[in-house]
């Protein structure tokens, strides 16, 4: 199984840039990564994914190491509502292919 | 677009007591998921189904069935609830499987939060 490490915790201020960083060292060639969030007592939304190249929407963007092992979620300017527990995801190719499996990921605070 | 909706919002059941917890998706999604969050954890995979009429054992199954009958419903059964299974419970649906990269992303409910006493 594909494993990600994530800092605990991490905070921020108001409109300041936040970058959420997942390491993922035994990533296999053909896994995306995938971010979602949970904000305080809802079900997971999803943020962003990507496999090679760095990744933009709306909401964030995506940058991914050259070799892979490790991606970075940016939140260029965070509000309030972005506090949220953050999970960096990968393919449980163990078993079923049919899931991601989410981890404890980063509760991140933002400060006002 | 109501996306997933999960019912009930809230529920305790005593110890032995059955429920089924109900799922529905208006977006014509063949993959659905049901996921457990324990106090301070992530989620675990309980059950999936990949469209009408095919469902299987996901992480967590042990306490739990599941049905599809239909591309719009995927209801939870809890027979003989047990403390264990105090939870908080997601539905979640999503237009490809989540392994690929073709899906952008998976749908979830707002939860069913289950205490069992």
């Known amino acids: 199984d594909a494993k990600t490490t994530q800092p605990n915790s991490m905070e921020s201020n108001e409109e300041e840039p936040v970058h959420l960083p997942c390491n993922h060292s035994t990533i296999s060639g053909t896994d995306y990564i995938h971010w979602y969030r949970q904000l305080p007592s809802q079900g997971p939304e999803y943020v962003i994914h990507g496999l090679t190249s760095n990744v933009n929407n709306r909401m964030a963007s995506l940058a991914i190491a050259e070799d892979r092992k490790s991606s970075t979620l940016i939140l260029h300017r965070a509000t309030l509502r972005d506090a949220a527990v953050y999970y960096c995801?990968?393919?449980?190719?163990?078993?079923?292919?049919?899931?991601?499996?989410f981890g404890k990921g980063t509760l991140l605070t933002v400060n006002p | 677009n109501a996306g997933v909706t999960q019912t009930p919002k809230f529920r305790i059941l005593k110890i032995g007591q059955s429920m089924t917890l109900q799922c529905a998706q208006d977006m014509n999604h063949n993959y659905m998921y049901w996921y457990r969050q324990d106090p301070g954890m992530g989620l675990k995979l309980i059950y999936y189904s990949v469209g009408a009429g095919i469902t299987d054992k996901g992480e967590v199954p042990n306490g739990y069935n599941v049905s599809r009958s239909t591309t719009e419903d995927f209801p939870l059964r809890l027979e003989l609830a047990a403390p264990s299974q105090t939870s908080v419970y997601f539905c979640?649906?999503?237009?490809?499987?989540?392994?690929?990269?073709?899906?952008?992303?998976?749908?979830f409910g707002q939860g069913t939060r289950l205490t069992v006493v």
């Open positions: 995801i990968l393919r449980d190719s163990g078993g079923s292919n049919y899931k991601l499996t």
């Open positions: 979640a649906s999503s237009y490809d499987p989540l392994w690929t990269g073709k899906s952008t992303e998976a749908f």
